[in-house]
């Protein structure tokens, strides 16, 4: 066992839960390493979807303005050192032992859930580039989220929300108002951009449940838009002026209302001094990983010979949308392959694609207790005529009818998107 893995190991039995919605003991932990987060200069990002592409489009944008970044998301695809990016670059193996080694050694054995020590080691790796803007995420519930400890900030950007981790709620209040209330009723009062709702019920909402903070607000539709346009450009417009931008690299719609949401944000912070041409180089270059990601070479890639192999994170109803919602600007058959967390909502997530696709294929996702066993996955799932089971995602591969232009793609759980990275 290497000595990344033997650290990790020992953090992770520092708390018999994996989440604990309560922060005295970060609070504790960061006190003790001198309160590194009140030293950072930090853009932080909440929501239920988007988070991570948006914070990619923050980075490239600010990356083109010679802006550096430590950069803190969760969960990591392929390697738990993409959750720790200082002055733009992953950290190496040997660096990151010696963060996690210092901060266990801090923290003495005291309980700790594993994300509040890994929030805290990312902290404390921030003093060295204090200069760094720091683009953080938080999630599952933003009020008790470890990453939640700031006193100030730059602005708050509120991705889409939906219902998601309803688990972790009161059993009478599984529903989106208790989500947004959680989500958004602790933001800092310095800006708060709102990203395009679903509905404008959920809009209405956050407006409501934020109308008290005394931050500067921002809202899609009301003070920033963008309309796509043909010719691959989108047009995005705000109190600044209109700007003619070409369409990211990244596939969907929705990666359009991602990058408008940082645009606007850069913009709101003036002090970055953010000029066009960094903008329209950013959007062009922004890259995250497992979001309709299409593999071009590799293992996998070979099974499908000719066809297109497409692997995407979504994992809850809304992500099924917007997947579903890509599926209609292509008309090749689609072949779905999904492997879900136990914790989801497996048959509203899949409800998105009925009469869409030629055929779903439930797997087994490697390496995770937590996830629902394929075969119980494909018990589980009404609406579906061309339903199948295969325990490994070559098998699936394998399996698949593939006529000339067809694609296949895997989604389900960001999980599974970083096991198909891994064996490609």
């Known amino acids: 066992m290497s000595n990344l893995k033997k650290i990790l190991y020992r953090i992770q039995r520092l708390h018999p839960k994996e989440i604990d919605l309560s922060l005295d003991r970060i609070k504790n932990l960061c006190a003790k390493l001198g309160n590194p987060q009140d030293d950072i200069q930090c853009i932080q990002v909440c929501g239920t979807n988007g988070k991570g592409s948006t914070i990619s489009f923050l980075h490239s944008i600010l990356n083109e303005a010679k802006i550096k ?14 959750r720790f990016i200082y002055n733009d670059e992953m950290i190496s193996d040997e660096a990151l032992v010696e963060l996690l080694s210092e901060v266990e050694n801090i923290n003495d054995g005291q309980p700790l859930t594993y994300f509040e020590a890994l929030t805290a080691a990312f902290f404390y790796g921030c003093l060295k580039y204090k200069e760094n803007i720091v683009l953080a995420e938080f999630g599952l519930f933003g009020r008790g989220d470890a990453v939640n400890i700031l006193k100030k900030n730059l602005c708050n950007i509120v991705t889409s929300i939906s219902e998601d981790h309803l688990d972790w709620l009161p059993e009478n209040e599984r529903n989106i108002e208790r989500i947004i209330f959680e989500k958004t009723s ?13 509905s404008k019920e959920i809009n209405e909402c956050i407006k409501k449940n934020i109308s008290n903070n005394k931050a500067n607000k921002y809202f899609f539709l009301e003070d920033y838009n963008f309309v796509q346009k043909e010719n691959n450009f989108f047009y995005y417009e705000d109190k600044f002026g209109g700007l003619k931008i070409p369409k990211p690299s ?8 991602n990058a408008s949401t940082a645009i606007t944000s850069l913009r709101v912070l003036e002090n970055f001094k953010i000029k066009d041409e960094h903008i329209i180089n950013g959007v062009k270059k922004a890259y995250n990983s497992a979001r309709l990601e299409e593999i071009k070479s590799g293992k996998l890639k070979k099974l499908v010979n000719n066809n297109k192999l497409i692997v995407d994170g979504s994992h809850n109803a809304l992500g099924g949308k917007v997947l579903s919602e890509y599926f209609e600007s292509i008309e090749n058959n689609k072949h779905l392959i999904v492997g879900m967390m136990s914790n989801k909502d497996h048959q509203e997530f899949l409800n998105n694609f009925i009469n869409k696709i030629s055929s779903l294929t439930t797997v ?46 895997v989604t389900g759980s960001l999980y599974l998107a970083g096991e198909v990275l891994n064996l490609n």
């Not at 970044?69 to 993409?82: A, F, L």
């Not at 018990?379 to 006529?403: M, Q, T, V």
């Open 69 to 82: 970044c430590n950069v803190y998301t969760s969960p990591h695809v392929r390697s738990i050192n993409e």
């Open 364 to 409: 087994d996702i490697p390496n995770q207790p937590n996830a629902i066993k394929g075969k119980d996955l494909k018990n589980k799932i009404k609406g579906f005529k061309n339903i199948n089971y295969k325990n490994s995602i070559k098998e699936a591969l394998n399996s698949l009818d593939l006529k000339e232009n067809d694609i296949a793609i």
């Open 250 to 257: 990244m596939n969907g719609q929705f990666q359009l209302e």
């Open 186 to 198: 602790s933001l800092l009062e310095s800006n708060i951009i709102v990203a395009k709702q679903s």
